[in-house]
C-alpha cells in the first residue's frame, strides 16, 4: 500500500499503479478495502493544516442546519425535518467545494485563504454547476419520495411536533416506514454517490466537463466498489454522528470529509500529465 507523503498528501504513485477502464476517460487504480482511513488520515492533516477555513466550513454547516430547522418548526412542517437533513448528504459534495480547494493548495505547497477557496467555485464554473443541478434535482426527487411514503404510512395529516419521533419510531407503522423509506433513500444516494464521489474534485482540478467527469465518478466506484462501500459507510456514519449532536457535531464532521474526499480522488484517479 503506497504512502502519502506530508500533511499536503498528495498521493505519489507510479503510472503501472492505474489502469485504464475507457479510452476517454482517466486511467484509474484499484485499492485495498481500508484505503479510506488513509483518507481520513490524509483529511485530518489538512484540517490541522488551515484550522481558520475548516472551522469557517463547519460553522456554516452548524448554523445553516439550526436555521433549516427553525423554518422548517416556524411552518409546521416538522415532518420534513429528517429528509431534510439526509438530503443535506446529498448536496454535501458540492458544498465542499472550497475544501477540496484548501486541500488542492495545500498539496501544491501554498497557503489556503478565505478569497482563494471562495474564488474555486468560479474555476469550471458552468461544468460545477452542471452537476450542482443534478444534485439539487437528487435532492428535490428524495424529498418528494419521502413526502410520499409519509403520507402512505400517517396519511396526509402530519403528527404534531411533540409526537413526531414517537409515532415515526415507536408506532404499528415504524419497521414497514422506516424499511421503505431506507430502500428508497438508498437507491437515489447511490445514484448520488456514485456519480458525485470524484466527480467535483476532478471538476476542480483539471478542464474537462461534467459528463466526462461523471463517468470517472462511477467508473471510480465501480473498480473499488468494496473500499467504496466502506467510504459511503462511514460518510453516513460521520454525518449522522454530527447530526445526533444537536448539528455541533457537523463543525467537525464536514471539513473532514471534505478535506478527506479531496485524498480519495487524488488517490484513485491518474494526475493530469
Same mark, same amino acid.
Given at each position: 500500500?503506497?504512502?502519502?507523503?506530508?500533511?499536503?498528501?498528495?498521493?505519489? %504513485?507510479?503510472?503501472?499503479?492505474?489502469?485504464?477502464?475507457?479510452?476517454?476517460?482517466?486511467?484509474?487504480?484499484?485499492?485495498?478495502?481500508?484505503?479510506?482511513?488513509?483518507?481520513?488520515?490524509?483529511?485530518?492533516?489538512?484540517?490541522?493544516?488551515?484550522?481558520?477555513?475548516?472551522?469557517?466550513?463547519? =460553522?456554516?454547516?452548524?448554523?445553516?442546519? %439550526?436555521?433549516?430547522? =427553525?423554518?422548517?418548526?416556524?411552518?409546521?412542517?416538522?415532518?420534513?425535518?429528517?429528509?431534510?437533513?439526509?438530503?443535506?448528504?446529498?448536496?454535501?459534495?458540492? *458544498?465542499?467545494?472550497?475544501?477540496?480547494?484548501?486541500?488542492?493548495?495545500?498539496?501544491? $505547497?501554498?497557503?489556503?485563504?478565505?478569497?482563494?477557496?471562495?474564488?474555486?467555485?468560479?474555476?469550471?464554473?458552468?461544468? !460545477?454547476?452542471?452537476?450542482?443541478?443534478?444534485?439539487?434535482?437528487?435532492?428535490?426527487?428524495? !424529498?418528494?419520495?419521502?413526502?410520499?411514503?409519509?403520507?402512505? @404510512?400517517?396519511?396526509? +395529516?402530519?403528527?404534531? *411536533?411533540?409526537?413526531?419521533?414517537?409515532?415515526?419510531? *415507536?408506532?404499528?407503522?415504524? !419497521?414497514? %416506514?422506516?424499511?421503505?423509506?431506507?430502500?428508497?433513500? $438508498?437507491?437515489?444516494? /447511490?445514484?448520488?454517490?456514485? !456519480?458525485?464521489?470524484?466527480?467535483?474534485?476532478?471538476?476542480?482540478?483539471?478542464?474537462?466537463?461534467? *459528463?466526462?467527469?461523471?463517468?470517472?465518478?462511477?467508473?471510480?466506484?465501480?473498480?473499488?466498489?468494496?473500499?467504496?462501500?466502506?467510504?459511503? %459507510?462511514?460518510?453516513?456514519? @460521520?454525518?449522522?454522528?454530527?447530526?445526533? /449532536?444537536?448539528?455541533?457535531?457537523?463543525?467537525?464532521?464536514?471539513?473532514?470529509? $471534505?478535506?478527506?474526499?479531496?485524498?480519495?480522488?487524488?488517490?484513485?484517479?491518474?494526475? +493530469?500529465?
Amino acid at each position: 500500500m503506497a504512502d502519502i507523503w506530508s500533511h499536503r498528501g498528495a498521493a505519489h %504513485f507510479h503510472d503501472s499503479q492505474f489502469h485504464k477502464t475507457s479510452s476517454f476517460l482517466p486511467a484509474i487504480r484499484t485499492v485495498a478495502p481500508d484505503r479510506p482511513w488513509v483518507w481520513l488520515a490524509a483529511g485530518w492533516r489538512d484540517m490541522s493544516a488551515s484550522p481558520m477555513i475548516s472551522f469557517a466550513y463547519g =460553522a456554516l454547516a452548524v448554523v445553516s442546519s %439550526f436555521l433549516l430547522v =427553525a423554518g422548517l418548526a416556524m411552518q409546521d412542517l416538522h415532518y420534513l425535518i429528517l429528509p431534510m437533513a439526509a438530503g443535506f448528504m446529498l448536496l454535501g459534495p458540492l *458544498f465542499a467545494v472550497g475544501l477540496y480547494e484548501a486541500s488542492r493548495l495545500l498539496e501544491r $505547497g501554498e497557503r489556503p485563504t478565505l478569497v482563494k477557496v471562495i474564488g474555486a467555485y468560479r474555476r469550471n464554473g458552468m461544468q !460545477i454547476a452542471g452537476i450542482g443541478l443534478a444534485l439539487m434535482l437528487a435532492m428535490l426527487a428524495w !424529498i418528494r419520495v419521502a413526502f410520499l411514503v409519509f403520507a402512505l @404510512f400517517f396519511s396526509m +395529516e402530519p403528527p404534531a *411536533f411533540d409526537q413526531l419521533i414517537d409515532r415515526i419510531f *415507536f408506532s404499528v407503522q415504524t !419497521i414497514p %416506514f422506516l424499511l421503505t423509506g431506507t430502500i428508497l433513500g $438508498g437507491v437515489i444516494a /447511490t445514484a448520488v454517490f456514485a !456519480i458525485s464521489v470524484v466527480s467535483i474534485p476532478m471538476l476542480l482540478d483539471r478542464e474537462t466537463d461534467v *459528463f466526462t467527469a461523471m463517468a470517472t465518478s462511477v467508473a471510480v466506484v465501480r473498480e473499488n466498489w468494496r473500499p467504496m462501500l466502506v467510504w459511503a %459507510f462511514l460518510i453516513a456514519l @460521520f454525518t449522522a454522528a454530527g447530526m445526533v /449532536t444537536g448539528f455541533l457535531g457537523l463543525a467537525l464532521a464536514l471539513p473532514l470529509i $471534505g478535506h478527506a474526499s479531496w485524498h480519495c480522488y487524488r488517490d484513485l484517479v491518474q494526475p +493530469e500529465r
